[in-house]
């Protein structure tokens, strides 16, 4: 049973990372400000994560470039860890559509001046997702993903 739920987890994990996505979008009115914003930051020795991590959910290129493959993915649960790599091949963007999640929950939590951690929970569902990030070179990059869901 604990195969099953790992494998559908793992199956359901790039709609999760679009749940992250979906329910950090900032607000549209002034999205093109923003994206001007975020590739002055990209292009700049020291970048911002927080207009980092506006690119990176919105701009699938972006996304794809700013992924440390393989990703390390890692299923946690009372019953056992798994590990999965993913490669870039197997990488799914989604594009986000406006609007909010109501019951989304997303933290950032910067842990030291190179590493954020971005944790990811949907109320009343189980899912619970943790993304690291570290700044490698003045890049900041997806580095592995942490999944507590039931």
């Not at 549209?28 to 994560?49: H, I, M, P, Y």
């Not at 700013?66 to 993913?86: H, N, W, Y």
Request: aromatic residues 12%.
């Amino acid at each position: 049973m604990l195969f099953l739920s790992i494998r559908t987890a793992f199956r359901y994990f790039p709609a999760l990372l679009t749940l992250l996505m979906f329910g950090c979008s900032a607000n549209q009115s002034s999205r093109n400000g923003d994206t001007t914003r975020a590739t002055a930051a990209v292009s700049s020795k020291k970048e911002d994560f927080g207009l980092f991590f506006k690119k990176f959910q919105s701009d699938s290129v972006f996304q794809l470039s700013r992924v440390s493959f393989p990703l390390k993915a890692e299923a946690k649960s009372d019953d056992g860890d798994s590990t999965r790599l993913v490669d870039k091949k197997d990488w799914t963007y989604t594009s986000i559509i406006s609007g909010k999640i109501d019951r989304g929950i997303i933290h950032k939590k910067k842990l030291s001046a190179n590493e954020y951690l971005v944790q990811c929970q949907v109320s009343d569902t189980g899912i619970e997702l943790d993304y690291h990030f570290i700044n490698t070179d003045g890049k900041w990059q997806l580095k592995y993903v942490e999944d507590y869901s039931d």
